[in-house]
């Protein structure tokens, strides 16, 4: 281990990232240092050097290539690449300013910090290989980046590109300071370099690292666990091959989970509850898969070291396995969904706003699907029984997002194991729906004029849902002309009586104050639309509108303002006889299926997700 500059550090070798290691990172905090602490090196004088972090490497035997026509050592990155990688968009950003504003010479320095031809120093993984030497040869993508590393990437290129820019303008800086910043950066940034000679020890040294406070992932944290446990516990025959399964499982977990806008504990989480064990309490995060039931490092008195290794492969291959499901049902639009039913409940539960509670069960069923052990049918089904469950309970009942939590953690985790059918947990879902929103009760409150309005969520997923419905009625297939996106904007849900009519209008003379104060919140009384400025409080007969003529209901794209357009007069009987029709629809929409009994309910599990 020794202290070494970036020219010296980059000297005789080429660095690549595994793709098992999580992708770019860094954000607008770590960037914002590096260039302070750059800075610091060029404006004080004393500052002579600055000490930028640790970077380890695993160099395989007789691993080597030739660059810029010389033989040189290809090297993996255990730690270190945020760091690498940031420094390069840097270096990058500088050279670039500096060739084209009349000093040609840099050029020269770029294959030693950068790359040749098309060979990078510093190759990185997860797909966004192509994408940095993009960005460090010439500032800018050349196709559209989609996952949140290549993001980063660009937008760190921008950061550094758009300080130097700043730079050049400064007419105290200018072409000196980038000169005297390229000299920092290369010369007095200092890394403490180490290099690993076998791979069994990447495990040891990332537990090492993390026990004197380096901060690392949830799955880093686990993987260099299961790394030390092979080194401690394989044999000479099974390293290899357990080491390749782990390093296989991570670059596609971390892959995946990069595809999607989840995270690595969720995901992880769903992976515990599947293979180990489904009650809250049992989560420990990374230290549960330490104790002896799982993959304990010396105490083989539940388990039996063969016993343990086979669990390690076969929770490892599972995880993978896993984060692709994983990645396509917490981002379904970004993702290849099996067909357009499951694209559609799972956005369905999307914009519920509560898929966390179903993630599990979604998985298990997603896998049995996958492998043909449960159909496409019963798929779909098992979604819209959770869809139901979204309704009913979080968007009608009020329920706190913890309900039921822990039944659907058990019920994924059986169905994963093949302990009940796909058909057993659909009747549990529906059963569990009335344990929380007994059929009678949730007509009887339907029936009942309420405030919608002041559970804006449930109304906008409600009346988006009804408006689909229209369509679906009317013309199939065509999508509605106000998106789920638009319905976070405030303006998007119009009162027909209006919350402030004007003194002598004609709706206080078709309305009493007490049929206001009944109705004028409530479902029946409030409409999708595109922009409720178009009208205001104004009368009826105006917000109506000609057909053919200007903004009005009888004019909108969106159907159920066409419905109202067909009522000649917006009184009491108008809004009862609209919300009669929708709690119709309602109850038709969202009913459970006749189950024997209520699911037995462990509430004290719930509570203990409170706080999650």
């Known amino acids: 281990m020794d202290k070494q500059t970036l020219s010296i550090l980059f000297s005789g070798k080429i660095f690549k990232i595994p793709n098992y290691q999580r992708g770019y990172a860094w954000k607008e905090k770590q960037w914002n240092e590096l260039i302070e602490d750059i800075d610091a090196l060029v404006t004080d004088e004393r500052v ?13 035997k007789d691993n080597t290539a030739v660059y810029n026509r010389k033989p040189v050592k290809v090297v993996d ?93 400064d007419k105290n800086r200018g072409i000196e300071h980038l000169k005297q910043l390229f000299a920092a950066i290369t010369g007095s940034l200092v890394f403490t370099y180490y290099t690993i000679e076998e791979e069994c020890e990447i495990g040891m040294t990332f537990e090492l690292m993390n026990s004197r406070g380096k901060g690392l992932s949830i799955l880093e944290l686990l993987k260099n666990y299961l790394m030390h446990w092979i080194s401690r516990n394989g044999t000479d025959e099974e390293r290899k091959p357990l080491t390749d399964i782990v390093n296989s499982a991570w670059r596609d977990t971390y892959s995946n989970i990069g595809k999607s806008s989840g995270s690595d504990e969720q995901c992880l989480r769903v992976a515990w509850i599947l293979y180990c064990h489904h009650l809250p309490k049992n989560w420990k995060g990374y230290d549960g898969f330490k104790s002896k039931q799982y993959i304990p490092l010396r105490e083989f008195s539940v388990k039996r070291r063969d016993e343990v290794k086979d669990f390690l492969a076969s929770f490892t291959n599972g995880l993978a396995e896993i984060s692709k499901h994983y990645s396509v049902i917490v ?5 290849n969904t099996r067909s357009n039913r499951e694209l559609d409940w799972l956005t369905k539960i999307h914009n519920t706003g509560n898929i966390a509670n179903f993630l599990p069960l979604m998985i298990a069923a997603r896998i049995l699907c996958e492998d043909k052990k449960i159909d496409e049918d019963l798929y779909v089904k098992l979604l819209e029984s959770l869809e139901c469950f979204a309704f009913r ?48 009760e949730f007509v009887e409150k339907l029936n009942k004029p309420s405030s919608w309005y002041s559970r804006r969520h449930s109304l906008k997923y409600t009346l988006f849902e009804y408006e689909k419905h229209l369509l679906d009625s009317e013309s199939k297939g065509q999508k509605p002309r106000v998106t789920w996106a638009d319905l976070s904007r405030h303006s998007t849900i119009e009162h027909i009586l209006p919350q402030t ?24 009384n409030l409409v999708l639309t595109r922009d409720n400025s178009s009208y205001l409080n104004f009368e009826f007969v105006r917000k109506k509108g000609d057909v053919g003529t200007g903004v009005g209901y009888s004019n909108s794209d969106i159907r159920q303002e066409r419905k109202i357009a067909t009522f000649l007069e917006w009184d009491k009987k108008a809004v009862e006889t609209r919300r009669t029709e929708l709690v119709k629809w309602i109850t038709c929409r969202w009913k459970t299926v006749e189950v024997v009994a209520a699911s037995d309910v462990d509430e004290d599990a719930d509570e203990e997700l409170i706080s999650e």
């Open 48 to 60: 002579k050097s600055h000490y930028t972090g640790t970077v380890v490497t695993f160099s395989p």
């Open 393 to 440: 309970v979080f968007l009608i009942e009020g329920k706190r997002s913890n309900a039921g939590k822990s039944s659907f953690y058990r019920w994924g985790k059986e169905l994963f194991k093949n302990e009940h059918s796909a058909e057993d947990i659909v009747s549990f879902v529906h059963s569990l729906i009335r344990y929380y929103s007994p059929e009678n």
């Open 331 to 335: 981002s379904p639009a970004q993702n």
């Open 77 to 169: 990155v255990v730690d270190g690449q945020q760091r690498l990688t940031t420094v390069c968009l840097y270096v990058a950003a500088i050279i670039r300013a500096l060739v084209a504003n009349g000093e040609p010479d840099y050029a020269q320095d770029i294959p030693e910090f950068l790359y040749h031809d098309t060979t990078c120093r510093l190759t990185l993984n997860n797909s966004t290989d192509d994408l940095f030497y993009q960005l460090i040869k010439d500032g800018k993508p050349r196709s559209e980046v989609a996952t949140p590393h290549q993001k980063r990437l660009v937008a760190a290129s921008e950061k550094f590109s758009g300080y130097i820019e700043k730079q050049l303008n």
């Open 501 to 524: 009519p004007k003194k002598d209008s004609h709706w206080l003379k078709v309305w009493n104050v007490d049929d206001i104060n009944k109705y004028l919140h409530d479902i029946g």
